[in-house]
């Protein structure tokens, strides 16, 4: 007994359907093959990214940290020059306090008259 089939079919269509059937089952293949291999590549990338991350995070927490210190040192230095500066004023001004009149600077304007007696004894002497 032969079997009977629709009017449209032939030969081809068995043809067809397995060449079909085939290309579904190697794309699947290798699409699962690909998947494979895109999840190591995924897990390798990771891995590179999780390290790179690292060393971002310690570089930046170091970077933070030496901001830090550098401002302390920045301030100490800073104060230490303030407190040379005022040392060496106040003995200036002690000096100056005792040499005024040596210097015939009892009536002077502070500093600027200071500068004028310099300025005048370098004037004469040249000349």
């Known amino acids: 007994m032969e079997k009977t089939y629709g009017d449209d079919y032939n030969k081809n269509f068995d043809n067809f359907a397995a060449v079909t059937t085939a290309l579904t089952l190697t794309s699947t293949a290798v699409g699962g093959l690909s998947k494979i291999i895109s999840k190591g590549n995924q897990q390798k990338a990771q891995k590179i990214y999780d390290v790179a991350y690292n060393r971002y995070t310690s570089s930046f927490n170091q970077f933070q940290h030496n901001v830090v210190i550098t401002k302390k040192t ?33 009536n002077s304007q502070g500093l600027g008259g ?9 004037t004469t002497k040249k000349i």
């Open 74 to 106: 920045i301030a100490n230095v800073v104060s230490i020059k303030k407190q040379i500066m005022l040392k060496d004023m106040k003995k200036f001004l002690k000096a100056y306090k005792r040499l005024a009149p040596q210097l015939k600077l009892q």
């Open 114 to 122: 200071i500068l004028k007696q310099i300025l005048q004894e370098i």
